[in-house]
């Protein structure tokens, strides 16, 4: 039996993501990720015109006369959302902490797939996979996605993101677009997002707070570090630090700028207490851009 005050959480989040969808994100979440797939249809013989790289040697020497591949456009696109539900994203300086706003995006994504007649499926990880719904389609299933957020108890801490890229390795054969949503506080994971990359249309949704790029002069704080527990006592008045602390976290978004970038996986930043519409709209207006050349 679901509890009727998760009930009326999935109807506010339907409610709220449906209105985007329909007055935005409908049409450009289409164009952004049409043809992304092609299926092998038929072997014909080569005419005037055609993709020289097209051509079927095999056949061509079986024939005598040159033939080539021809392929259509995968209507039924899988989306996979890989959402993070470490301690770390639980975070947040202001009434919206990092795990509303990614139960909010991964929301609006799962509506623009059923919306689209596409397939979507949800991996929830900390430093494991914790739960796997497999892709399907129907509102009824995007739902469940959505109460599935919701109602989650996270088992672990730590963040792994070799550890999901590995299972998605395992679960996905076939082509998918991939929503790595996570703020990436994790290391050793380069190899296993090659890999997924290479397979699958990977795009990186980092998720952010304010306070993550520069901290107040509040005087002396006690902060836990919520994956690993430790404690550490912070001099937030001295100008030194600050200085430190944003330099750090500036750095360690440009790593993570530079490796995405060098693996051409797309990336989109949302942060909270901010809305992410208008970058998302942007970043689907990209994609179709690109397509289209």
């Given at each position: 039996m679901?509890?009727?005050?998760l009930?009326?959480?999935v109807?506010r989040?339907?409610?709220r993501?449906?209105?985007?969808v329909?007055?935005?994100l409908?049409?450009?979440?289409?164009?952004?990720?049409?043809?992304?797939?092609?299926?092998?249809?038929?072997v014909?013989?080569y005419v005037?015109?055609?993709?020289?790289?097209a051509?079927?040697?095999?056949?061509?020497?079986r024939a005598g006369?040159?033939?080539?591949?021809?392929?259509?456009?995968?209507?039924e696109l899988?989306?996979l959302l890989l959402?993070?539900?470490?301690?770390?994203e639980?975070?947040?300086?202001?009434?919206?902490?990092?795990?509303d706003l990614?139960v909010?995006?991964a929301?609006?994504?799962?509506?623009?797939?059923?919306r689209?007649?596409?397939?979507?499926?949800l991996v929830?990880?900390?430093?494991r996979?914790?739960?796997?719904?497999?892709?399907?389609?129907?509102r009824r299933?995007g739902?469940r996605?959505?109460?599935?957020l919701?109602?989650?108890?996270?088992?672990?801490?730590?963040?792994?993101?070799?550890?999901?890229?590995s299972?998605?390795g395992?679960v996905?054969?076939?082509?998918a677009?991939?929503?790595?949503?996570s703020d990436?506080?994790?290391e050793?994971?380069?190899?296993d997002?090659?890999?997924?990359?290479s397979?699958?249309?990977?795009?990186?949704?980092?998720?952010?707070?304010?306070?993550?790029?520069?901290?107040?002069?509040?005087?002396?704080v006690?902060?836990?570090?919520?994956?690993?527990?430790?404690t550490?006592?912070?001099?937030?008045?001295s100008?030194a630090?600050?200085s430190?602390?944003?330099v750090?976290?500036?750095?360690?978004?440009?790593?993570?700028?530079?490796?995405l970038?060098?693996?051409?996986?797309d990336?989109?930043?949302?942060?909270?207490?901010?809305?992410?519409v208008?970058e998302?709209?942007?970043?689907?207006?990209k994609?179709?851009?690109?397509?289209?050349?």
């Amino acid at each position: 039996m679901i509890p009727p005050e998760l009930l009326r959480k999935v109807r506010r989040i339907e409610l709220r993501t449906a209105r985007l969808v329909d007055s935005l994100l409908g049409g450009e979440y289409h164009s952004a990720f049409k043809g992304r797939g092609m299926e092998f249809e038929d072997v014909r013989e080569y005419v005037y015109g055609d993709e020289v790289r097209a051509i079927d040697w095999n056949v061509t020497a079986r024939a005598g006369t040159p033939h080539v591949k021809s392929f259509r456009e995968e209507r039924e696109l899988t989306v996979l959302l890989l959402v993070d539900v470490s301690s770390s994203e639980f975070f947040g300086s202001a009434e919206q902490g990092k795990n509303d706003l990614i139960v909010e995006f991964a929301a609006l994504v799962t509506l623009a797939a059923m919306r689209n007649g596409d397939k979507a499926g949800l991996v929830l990880f900390s430093d494991r996979v914790e739960r796997y719904i497999p892709p399907k389609k129907g509102r009824r299933h995007g739902l469940r996605i959505i109460r599935d957020l919701l109602a989650h108890e996270p088992e672990g801490t730590g963040t792994s993101l070799s550890e999901v890229l590995s299972f998605v390795g395992k679960v996905q054969r076939r082509r998918a677009v991939v929503f790595l949503v996570s703020d990436f506080l994790a290391e050793g994971y380069e190899r296993d997002l090659a890999a997924a990359k290479s397979r699958h249309d990977v795009i990186a949704v980092r998720v952010g707070d304010p306070r993550e790029a520069t901290i107040p002069d509040v005087g002396l704080v006690t902060l836990e570090d919520a994956e690993s527990g430790e404690t550490v006592v912070l001099d937030t008045a001295s100008d030194a630090f600050r200085s430190t602390y944003a330099v750090t976290g500036e750095a360690s978004r440009k790593r993570l700028d530079d490796l995405l970038k060098s693996l051409g996986v797309d990336e989109l930043s949302i942060t909270t207490g901010e809305d992410y519409v208008p970058e998302l709209s942007r970043f689907f207006r990209k994609r179709e851009k690109r397509a289209s050349r």
